[in-house]
């Protein structure tokens, strides 16, 4: 595992990630039954999910850094 850096208050470290990785599901793409590729990194949509949940900001006022 690469250690990445954390650009708000609000983003996993690396330990609270490993933690909640295994709770999500597995990837449709990953399934016997086949599925599309994410197309954005599931931590990223997390620290995006815990940052909006933090701070409340409204949808137009995300930073551009996150992802869609």
Partial sequence: MTTRQRRY???MTDRE???VEPLLPT???ELPSGGHPE???R???VDA???LVDNGTKWRAIPADFPP
Avoid: F, G, N
């Fill in 49 to 51: 999910i815990r940052y």
């Fill in 9 to 11: 208050p609000t983003d």
């Fill in 43 to 45: 931590r990223e949509i």
């Fill in 39 to 41: 197309a954005h990194p």
């Fill in 17 to 19: 990630w490993e933690l």
């Fill in 27 to 29: 990837p449709a793409c």
